[in-house]
């Protein structure tokens, strides 16, 4: 694995638990944890039960003894790492997004497919499709119970930059992070969008708005209290959005609204997505994450109405390995049920999903909507995954 | 009053009711009721309280003992009507839409102006604004607890015509309807968002869509069964629009994302709204109409979380007149609150709000919005309430 | 109609307005309101829209013009008004709880049944059971959708007295009040519980509390406020229940637990019962009064749940006359629908429910809950209808 | 460890990754399993990460590598085990409920208290207690913010026995199980309430019920098909209850009302708890396991109402170690917070809690509400810890 923070954290808590709770084909060995900095990693590798660790992830991929690279990276470093990890022969499991660039995607969408041909394989960490409820939720509407998919409502809502004088970290630095809510938060929306409908989104009309565009640097309190106190704070410009929002259209005809915000001020993680058809509509919101709302409009209209699936029972996706209904799971086990099906695949010698090509694909909206949003919110079409 | 379908049955419950609960400066008296055909007009009035009935509007404004015209018919004859009956010397009570054209609109608003010189008022029917939950909501971000409003998510979702064998009734109609879920259900969101900002929406980007293009003539089903099992039903064109997304920017740098839709499967009649601020949020649900929810974001985080304010209290707007906490009341009554004010206003020579002013508004945003998604999305400046 | 307090609006707006939403065999008319204040009662029937007035409720009963009398008074005059009416021959219609008594009960009841063989009709105004989500899961219940009834569990929650300093007010006297929290909120679950069920209840275990046993004497504060601020505040001993706490068997083996609290803070009317059955549960909460939640057990595991089913279609009980689906009304319209009800009743010569006898049944649980109570909780039969 | 089901894959869970979040004073080792198969146990020992595994419950005891033993097996084995293993010099943490009889219990908590005296500690397992949102509601409450507090409302809402032709397993053998929903459901309830209000229960009545008395034996169907189509299913007697419903009186004044039923239709694990006191109310359910709703009555009347705490900040007990704010956790980790608490009270040499008394006082209650229950729900005083 390479890097240790928020995400190394997370997947290395399901590397560790998956084959205690499933019947894996094979047992993930957690054999070295890679950062820049020795002490650093030695202690995390500790922490987190890895037997080794690295400070040169090429290094790390020149490695015999590993099969698997994870990569946890930020955003800007993934296609080096990837590109270089299935040169090497190693599968390698990639946080979102993808990449930074649609041309570094595209490279890495292209090298995975060539991996794959010689089953060497690759996935993407949009983690939130193994939310059993939205699991569930693609299974009814791939069982046709919404029959024809007519609109998504997607909200992503967190508020953890409302106050104007947080500082400007790197995730507030397009140089670094890319993009702000869009990226970091949209991506997740946009894969689930089309994952559940099982439509591409194929144009969008895009607004993308920097709400507080001056922010003390990091620092800046606590170094200079003095200064601060004088209201002398130096400050540098947020060269990210605060906030994206833009309609869409997908491939068979559906339309979209999302939004994606770390200005919702009350809302922390409101990863929320709803999917409307002829026959019905499913509704989820991640701070409810155990639950699917779901509406079946082919009942009689006295007894319809929107029903509460609390999705921990054990014929549930994933949920056999768990609790007794009722006992519900976090938001770990996200990661949990992503290894255990990318190492299932890896078994199998099948391709797991969601793919690079998955994420190249997701990559394209965002960079649709950054280039709607540049021109006045015209309406912009979705680049092809193949080059023309 | 002209006009006796579902906002003229509403509206009469509203005047019968006002002087029973509001303490009145002057009782309204229901004098005459006006259809087009006698019979069915005189069976109205009678169920619905009034002392006679007209049909013929022009004899109803012409009568000396009605000062007040209440207008309740279909958008498209809402101009002529008020016009005249300013003219006259009336008050006027006008349901909304305003009118079915900004031409119109700015037609009437200019009148109300010269008549309001004169002594005579009018309104606009956005009886939301009368939702107790929602004078609350204003009320708190005129009094500054949410700080710099940043975001508005509006949502208005009825489910009504999901069905594609629903018939082409004249609601789906442009040359009657002006437009589809944009005018009859967005018109809403947007006043509501204007007066709870306190803002005016500047621009928009919008996205319209007709899910259903066609559909059966109405009685196609009926009328020709035979016809209707072979499969030979009758089809038309449906001309306005499904549904409408639009995200927008507001005058003072707020922005918003608005979706008005008759296909969200499931709801009824979701008109949502929140509100977000550097100081807090309030989010209102109207499927929920006795609640607002808000999270203060000046409290302790530990202790801070968003707030289920059951909206029945005597302090509450207009609630002292009803019934004991925790006791709820009813759609009608955001009417019933209308006429309380509108009566008010016209006894003490105040104007009342929304003005035929915020009804070209809304028109006017409206309008863009239909501009914008005829050009590509692109976004389009909301047109000046005074003419160049 | 005697009485013009809170039952006495309720009702009145009842009358004036079943008609104009319901095509009733008869109309009614509000011929005369009676209070002991002339000046008062002549206020309130110019107010709530009757013709004329009286200050001696005998008076009024002994009117030729009037069919019907409504009583609204509280529950100490109930027995000797109903009799006095039914025996002059009048339609009666009885504010719950039927009296304070079981004697006084047992005497209305036989008073009506005698009356009912003459064409006069009398009916107790458990209001609740008009509440469409209620009515609705009657139907439900009465339709064997929850199949054998296992449990109740009924809560009655309220918080207006929550505060020590709250006054000692006659509703806190038991020799005015009879009871407490249990003859004000528990008769409503009780006669629900039974309504719903189709089950009466057979034996009570209880516990009363008086969790504030003293209180200021009204005006303690306001008179002397000298003497208030020295702490020399004069109070009395309350003599009623605050909270009422019993567990119930039902005759045909269900088990229920009921609560009925002025403490429990922060709800204001949240009169909620739930019933659970083999085959599904119904659960009601009058703080959303327009919605019944349905669990159906029947249906795949995997896609059961909570359903909140908007009880605002137009073929829900009393719902075709109100507005559109997802357009709420309130709860003065429990006894619109009371109203509609014992006209429909009046004219077609059936006899309306609640009966009296139904109201008597409410009597002897809250008799048998008393005396359970009092000593020691020991469960204790409820008394039978008809007397050995 | 002792024991494998449900609750040694929870502990075990638990123990594998406490020191991965929490910074502990010492690492645990999972040095042995204990099961009596030793196939099965040996697998389990395998899956859950132990070193090694044992059969016998007295060797695994007398090992010399073993400083803590955990107890998860059923409850008519725990007072053998845990006093020899207190005996033996271990740290002992045992399942609830404590043992199957107050007289074990007693045992039990006077062993645990010569214990600790020798420097050996020992915990019971209410696990409950270290949801993060039930930890806050217990700090809320000691810090005053609810005031007096007056009154409980619990339930314990579970359906999986509702089907009539569910077999008769050992949970629905008084013999084995000790009682039914009472003691495995109830219990929490007890000392959850005990924990939030810092009182004891002090008195009791009790109706426990039966509803479905005879079950087909385990078996039944599976076994003779034939025999089962023909109806001649055997059956036995269910001995123990499948719901409980108490209300009590707690030592400083508050009362309660309880259910704990195996029979609430739709309901899988709604452990439900709401505390009301003169300034405010909280209220928990686990199938919202990460939330709190919290009524402060402090607040002006109009802006207040119950607030719902997602109760993921950094701030709130136990949280540091997780995610960001909005990001759930699951049931697992009440355990893992009981392993975090449990070897920092060791290391520190405080008492852990809650202690082997605490189990008792909760046992004590238990026996109290089945003797209520046999003699016509009589209030019943609990017992004292300290016999006379």
Chains 1, 2, 3, 4 share one sequence.
Not at 117 to 142: C, D, K, T, W
Not at 196 to 221: D, F, H, K, M, N
């Amino acid at each position: 694995m390479v890097g240790y923070g928020f995400m190394g954290k997370a997947h290395s808590q399901a590397w560790r638990n998956a084959a205690r709770f499933y019947d894996l084909p094979s047992k993930p060995e957690l054999t070295a944890l890679c950062g820049r900095s020795s002490s650093a990693v030695a202690a995390a590798a500790e922490t987190y039960g890895f037997a080794g660790w690295e400070t040169d992830w090429e290094r790390l991929i020149a490695r015999d003894d590993i099969d698997v690279v994870d990569i946890c990276t930020p955003g800007d470093s993934h296609a080096e790492i990837a590109l270089a990890a299935l040169e090497a022969g190693k599968h390698v499991l990639c946080e979102k997004p993808l990449a930074n660039t649609v041309e570094q995607a595209r490279e890495m969408a292209a090298a995975a497919e060539r991996a794959a041909e010689r089953g060497r394989h690759s996935m993407v960490g949009f983690n939130y499709r193994r939310v059993p409820a939205l699991a569930l939720a693609r299974q009814l509407i791939a069982d046709g119970r919404l029959g024809t998919v007519y609109q998504v409502r997607a909200q992503y809502l967190q508020d953890w930059i409302v106050d104007p004088e947080f500082p400007l970290v790197w995730r507030l630095q397009a140089e670094k992070a890319g993009s702000g809510a869009l990226g970091d938060l949209g991506a997740h929306s946009i894969d689930l969008a089309q994952y559940l409908t099982g439509q591409r989104i194929t144009g969008v009309s895009a607004l993308l708005e920097t709400l507080v565009p001056e922010r003390p640097l990091p620092g800046a309190y606590s170094g200079l209290s003095a200064a601060a106190d004088a209201g002398h704070v130096e400050r540098g410009r947020v060269t990210v959005d605060d906030a994206a929002l833009f309609t869409a259209r997908f491939e068979a005809g559906a339309v979209g609204v999302f939004e994606a915000t770390r200005f919702a001020t009350g809302h922390k993680n409101a990863m929320r997505i709803e999917v409307s058809g002829s026959l019905g509509s499913v509704a989820f919101d991640c701070e409810s994450l155990n639950e699917l709302s779901y509406y079946d409009a082919t009942m009689d209209p006295e007894i319809a109405g929107f029903r509460r699936i609390l999705v921990t029972e054990p014929g549930h996706p994933y949920l056999a390995a768990w609790w007794p209904p009722g006992h519900l799971i976090g938001y770990e086990h996200t990661f949990t049920h992503e290894i255990k099906d990318f190492v299932e695949a890896l078994a199998s010698g099948t391709r797991p999903e969601p793919s690079f090509a998955d994420g190249l694909q997701t990559q394209l909206v965002l960079a649709a909507v950054a280039q709607s949003a540049a021109k006045d919110s015209t309406y912009t079409l979705v680049g092809r995954q193949s080059q023309p």
